[in-house]
């Protein structure tokens, strides 16, 4: 069973930077499709980026291509997600999901204008 901490959040200005992390534990992570998410207030569940397992293949949701970059570091069992160029409307909690179904408790990011 693979389990996930994120951490990384904050407050920061627009136009301003962040890098979440999401720790994973357990031996099968390696092989795991990873993925970001996150959800505004008062809205639904919104996909971020996705990486397969090997970090060969990223995909990002339009909303956030050209700013935000994922990586993964396999010998450290952790995921990242460099944000730059932050605006308002990234304000919301971000989650890290391994393997389409296990979920972090997420981590809120926070974006003054």
């Known amino acids: 069973q693979v389990q996930l901490v994120e951490s990384g959040g904050g407050l920061v200005q627009a136009g301003g930077s962040l890098r979440l992390s999401c720790a994973a534990s357990g031996r099968a992570y390696n092989s795991y499709p990873m993925a970001w998410f996150r959800r505004a207030p008062g809205k639904g569940r919104e996909f971020v980026a996705a990486m397969n397992g090997s970090g060969s293949t990223t995909n990002y949701a339009d909303s956030v291509k050209g700013r935000f970059t994922m990586s993964r570091d396999n010998a450290k069992n952790t995921v990242y997600l460099q944000m730059n160029s932050l605006k308002p409307e990234d304000t919301a909690v971000y989650y890290c999901?391994?393997?389409?179904?296990?979920w972090g408790q997420g981590t809120q990011v926070t974006v003054s204008s």
């Open positions: 999901v391994a393997d389409g179904r296990l």
